[in-house]
């Protein structure tokens, strides 16, 4: 893949930082506003996809970009999973509500969810980049 | 309200068989958008923006892995054969579908109507939920602290359909005839 | 109750791809059709004349009513889901392809290696 015209690549050049920090503030604000670790997570993923898309990729940056991709969902789902088993630690059940709930309604508030949420959005931007990264190399004529 | 549902849905069933029936898969996977773009109205309408934005994003990726696939393959579709042995099929179709849609209504005649079902638990989670969570959006909230076990278990499995399209897609250790 | 069997309808037009079609393409199709279908259903029994989305906020009249949140969370999780679900059979698919030279399941039963 050599990638598209030139004048796809400037707007997706300038479009993708803010579909990132889109989807960062989403997940950020996941337990005041609609959206959440799910919406972020595909948000972003969006966003990478579309990098990919203008600019096509070689076998080089598919290969470092699925390792990184793959490495970020296992991360992703095992601190979804720790933030679960610390409830057990900490003298209760799985998926305890043990951090302070802070006062409501406002940014740092809520205990575990906004930890869950970024561990949600880390995992499933990561799966579904690492889905398309892996369909991307999808070459015919090498039969198996 | 109800009357833009329902041309809504009608738009959704006419897009479905315009996306099955089509002769070349390219247009059949474009007539799924309609299907998808019609369903994020829906939600939205039916005040439910989050699954909106998570809707719309997942459609548009859905279409782009759908085109690559058919781009790098084919855009035919196979031939259809007809013969005795497919009006046979067709009648006991057809016998399936009133079956089914007999039965769904029986079911929603007993059901409470549209837009006044009892939610007993939407209730509880609504008036409580800010409480024993602490966070303002409710969808966060059951998803993440009273049903956090679902979520887990959609992670999961997530995980493994990535798992899964690795191992099928990879080029490293096949056997090269 | 029409909103309700029209969307068993869209499940049954996704069937009816299913049963009928013999392109992996189309039945992939067909998948997601019926996919949207249930979300659809869900997010309609959730629903509440008047109600608002189940969002707080400081500011909210008393006696607001909310629509169900429960049946929402379920399908947010499911959409995701059913992308990957979609993304492996699609990679199935062009295996399948890469193998066969078609779409045709008629012409995969033959399994010779």
């Known amino acids: ?73 296992s991360i992703g789902i095992f601190l979804f999973w720790f933030i679960a088993v610390l409830g057990i630690v900490q003298g209760g059940y799985f998926f305890l509500n043990m951090v302070n709930h802070g006062e409501p309604l406002q940014l740092f508030s809520a205990g575990i969810i906004p930890l869950c949420n970024i561990a949600i959005g880390i995992e499933v931007s990561a799966a579904l980049f690492a889905i398309f990264i892996t369909m991307s190399v999808l070459k015919l004529g090498d039969k198996v | 309200m109800v009357t833009a549902l329902i041309l809504l849905i009608v738009l959704m069933i006419l897009g479905a068989i315009a996306a099955l029936e089509s002769k070349d898969l390219l247009s059949g996977i474009i007539s799924l958008g309609i299907i998808g773009f019609a369903l994020t109205v829906i939600f939205l309408i039916l005040q439910a923006p989050d699954l909106a934005i998570v809707q719309i994003i997942v459609e548009t990726m859905t279409l782009v892995i759908l085109i690559a696939a058919v781009m790098k393959t084919t855009k035919a579709d196979t031939v259809e054969t007809f013969g005795k042995h497919s009006i046979f099929l067709g009648l006991v179709g057809l016998v399936f579908v009133f079956v089914f849609i007999w039965t769904a209504v029986k079911a929603f005649q007993q059901m409470p109507g549209f837009g006044s079902m009892p939610l007993r638990m939407a209730s509880e989670y609504v008036n409580n939920g800010l409480a024993l969570t602490g966070a303002g959006n409710l969808v966060a909230a059951v998803i993440l602290d009273f049903r956090a076990y679902d979520t887990l278990g959609e992670a999961t499995v997530l995980f493994t359909s990535v798992v899964g399209i690795t191992a099928v897609l990879r080029k490293l250790g096949r056997n090269r005839v | 109750m029409i909103v309700f069997i029209l969307a068993v309808l869209l499940f049954l037009v996704g069937l009816y791809g299913i049963l009928v079609k013999r392109n992996i393409i189309k039945l992939a199709i067909g998948l997601i059709i019926m996919e949207y279908a249930v979300n659809l259903f869900f997010v309609l029994a959730g629903y509440r004349e008047g109600g608002t989305a189940p969002i707080l906020d400081g500011d909210l009249a008393p006696g607001t009513v909310f629509v169900d949140p429960l049946p929402q969370a379920l399908v947010l999780t499911a959409i995701v889901i059913g992308l990957g679900t979609t993304a492996l059979l699609v990679s199935f698919a062009v295996k399948i392809y890469e193998k066969y030279d078609t779409f045709d399941i008629r012409k995969i039963r033959k399994l010779h290696g």
């Open chain 1, 1 to 73: 893949m050599k990638g598209m015209s030139v004048i796809v690549k400037q707007i997706s050049r300038l479009m993708y930082p803010s579909i990132l920090v889109l989807g960062v503030y989403i997940i950020l604000h996941g337990h005041l506003t609609p959206g959440g670790g799910f919406a972020g997570g595909v948000l972003i993923a969006g966003a990478f996809t579309l990098l990919v898309l203008a600019y096509g990729a070689d076998e080089v940056t598919t290969a470092r970009g699925k390792w990184r991709a793959t490495l970020g969902e």
